[in-house]
């Protein structure tokens, strides 16, 4: 049976300065009184990661703008997940299983990993963490299979983010277990009805909205004028969310991941949530990879690997130049 993770108060203490030895990574305590590591990057490039969640809530660019929402009520206290950032949905996404909405692995502490087994050199990394979740007795009565989580967050030199999710079944032979996993990314936009995603036209998608249906979307660059819930099926490995009035397209690189969930509350549901502005929904957009519609099966000694890249580059989209192509193929 797999160690309960510590704390994350353990965590700070068992955290000497050789767990964090770039000086461009530091282990901070925030105002809630949650541990984050901060990295840092060239000029005001910056990215924060809170423990608990093991959760991305902050990446700022070059000139020190957010590129990540996160709300003005999100609550920094277990048991609520952080509303905003980038939550790891995991062992389950959304209602798909019988676990709370999207898992456990959001409010949960995690460790920082002293000794992570090697990942390939990308000597293009300016500043990393690396992040690891066990099960605790209590996890394993709700989800009874011993793993290790393992979460590298990374900056690039060019201020590109990069979450890479190894996840490996420790059980005893023969215990298989399954999963759905999502990296549900809140993007800052400045206005969602100034925005459009490209990548996922004529795609076939599930519509949460109408009990998980299956669809197949237009032709067109999608937009957004309601409510929008949707996990698009074997989506490409490059989706671009352009943003016309900042000037700004989000290029979201995926692996291992072949679904995309698009999520915006809009107003009555942003009304509904407790830790969610009433009309902060203008503001975000959750572009989520994700692998849903097929759980992911591991065998004991087996790991899987998910990977997520997002950078940020100006677009001169909105004088009515865009090829898509060139966004979609980098
Ligand atoms: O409120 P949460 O549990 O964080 O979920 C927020 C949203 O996450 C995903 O995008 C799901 O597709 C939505 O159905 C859900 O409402």
């Not at 704390?7 to 949650?34: M, N, R």
């Not at 300016?126 to 009874?144: G, H, M, R, T, Y």
């Not at 992911?296 to 004088?319: H, N, T």
Request: proline share 8%; hydrophobic share 40%; charged share 25%.
């Amino acid at each position: 049976m797999a160690a309960p993770a510590p704390s994350a108060a353990a965590a700070a203490s068992a955290s000497p300065p050789a767990l964090l030895p770039s000086p461009f990574v530091e282990l901070v305590k925030s105002p809630s009184g949650l541990e984050k590591v901060v990295l840092r990057g060239s000029r005001n490039c910056c990215v924060e990661v809170y423990l608990y969640g093991g959760q991305v809530t902050s990446w700022k660019n070059d000139n020190g703008e957010e590129l990540l929402f996160l709300s003005s009520k999100a609550i920094f206290k277990p048991p609520k997940a952080i509303r905003g950032g980038i939550p790891i949905c995991f062992p389950q996404f959304g209602t798909h299983g019988n676990l709370e909405q999207h898992g456990f692995a959001r409010n949960r502490f995690w460790s920082i990993d002293s000794d992570p087994p090697p990942l390939p050199v990308n000597p293009a990394i300016k500043a990393f963490v690396d992040l690891i979740l066990k099960p605790s007795e209590e996890d394993l009565k709700i989800w009874p299979h011993s793993f290790e989580f393992r979460l590298r967050v990374a900056l690039g030199s060019s201020g590109d983010l990069s979450l890479t999710s190894r996840i490996r079944n420790t059980n005893p032979p023969g215990k298989n277990f399954s999963y759905t996993f999502a990296y549900h990314t809140y993007f800052s936009v400045s206005d969602i009805s100034e925005v459009r995603v490209e990548g996922l036209e004529t795609m076939d998608y599930l519509d949460n909205l109408k009990a998980k249906e299956r669809f197949t979307e237009q032709g067109d660059a999608i937009v957004f004028e309601s409510e929008v819930d949707k996990v698009y099926l074997a989506a490409p490995s490059k989706i671009a969310i352009i943003d016309h009035e900042k000037k700004r397209t989000f290029v979201v690189t995926k692996e291992g991941l072949p679904d995309a969930v698009v999520w915006n509350p809009w107003d009555k549901k942003a009304k509904a949530m407790q830790d969610f502005g009433d009309a902060e929904y203008k503001g975000m957009l959750c572009v989520e990879p994700a692998a849903v519609e097929k759980p992911i099966i591991l065998k004991p000694g087996e790991e899987w690997k998910g990977r997520l890249v997002l950078s940020a580059v100006p677009s001169s989209y909105c004088s009515g130049q865009l090829d898509p192509l060139k966004v979609l193929q980098g």
